[in-house]
């Protein structure tokens, strides 16, 4: 009897200590050359994820997956400052997509993670989760970064290009300024050949 409730007592406490809510860690490839092994976490049924990269351009991560169930569920854990959804400081919202479709999803949060919890139909292969900071990659800061580095681009371009037109113009005046001179000595001499005939 005393024995049974030993066993017991271990066999619950090997459960917790395995078992814990997150026991998948889920690996994120970043530019096919690196792995971030502590950034999330998931606990799945009916869904294999079979590989997780990030998109640094477009501040996303991907899972490529295969749903062995008519549909799967579910539930992933980001750390903060491995990917997040905020603008101006505050908490904005991830967004989902599969095959081109938005995803619905419930989400728990706290200071340190966001909890995101979803089902997704059989047959799906990738979904896609939008955010705006990415391993400290912020989508506003680069569409900004984007948006100085056009408008010097284009004020680069442009300086190329009043450049290009003053050496054109330079060159077209120092031509006509030669056929000026040509003509000039082309009337002296002409002039002189006058002179010259009339002397005679």
């Given at each position: 009897?005393?024995?049974?409730?030993?066993?017991?007592?271990?066999?619950?406490?090997?459960?917790?200590?395995?078992?814990?809510?997150?026991?998948?860690?889920?690996?994120?490839?970043?530019?096919?050359?690196?792995?971030?092994?502590?950034?999330?976490?998931?606990?799945?049924?009916?869904?294999?994820?079979?590989h997780a990269s990030a998109d640094?351009?477009?501040?996303?991560?991907?899972?490529?997956?295969?749903?062995?169930?008519?549909?799967?569920?579910?539930?992933?854990?980001?750390?903060?400052?491995?990917?997040?959804?905020?603008?101006?400081?505050?908490?904005?919202?991830?967004?989902?997509?599969?095959?081109?479709?938005?995803?619905?999803?419930?989400?728990?949060?706290?200071?340190?993670?966001?909890?995101?919890?979803?089902?997704?139909?059989?047959?799906?292969?990738?979904?896609?989760?939008?955010?705006?900071?990415?391993?400290?990659?912020s989508f506003l800061l680069k569409?900004?970064?984007?948006?100085?580095?056009?408008?010097?681009?284009?004020?680069?371009?442009?300086?190329?290009?009043?450049?290009?037109?003053?050496?054109?113009?330079?060159?077209?005046q120092r031509i006509n300024e030669?056929?000026?001179?040509?003509?000039?000595?082309?009337?002296?001499?002409?002039?002189?050949?006058?002179?010259?005939?009339?002397?005679?």
């Amino acid at each position: 009897m005393m024995l049974g409730k030993i066993i017991l007592t271990l066999a619950i406490i090997t459960m917790i200590s395995v078992s814990p809510a997150f026991a998948e860690k889920l690996p994120i490839e970043v530019n096919g050359v690196m792995k971030i092994n502590n950034g999330a976490s998931y606990i799945a049924s009916g869904i294999d994820i079979e590989h997780a990269s990030a998109d640094l351009e477009s501040i996303s991560l991907i899972f490529q997956v295969s749903v062995t169930e008519l549909e799967g569920d579910i539930t992933i854990k980001f750390d903060r400052g491995i990917f997040d959804a905020k603008i101006a400081g505050e908490d904005d919202e991830f967004f989902i997509i599969a095959h081109g479709e938005e995803i619905t999803f419930e989400e728990e949060k706290d200071d340190n993670s966001r909890t995101l919890s979803f089902s997704i139909p059989q047959g799906t292969e990738e979904f896609e989760i939008f955010g705006t900071i990415l391993f400290d990659e912020s989508f506003l800061l680069k569409l900004e970064e984007i948006e100085k580095a056009q408008a010097l681009k284009e004020a680069e371009q442009r300086k190329e290009f009043y450049e290009s037109v003053a050496a054109m113009e330079e060159a077209a005046q120092r031509i006509n300024e030669k056929a000026e001179a040509a003509k000039a000595e082309a009337k002296a001499a002409a002039e002189e050949e006058s002179r010259t005939a009339a002397l005679m």
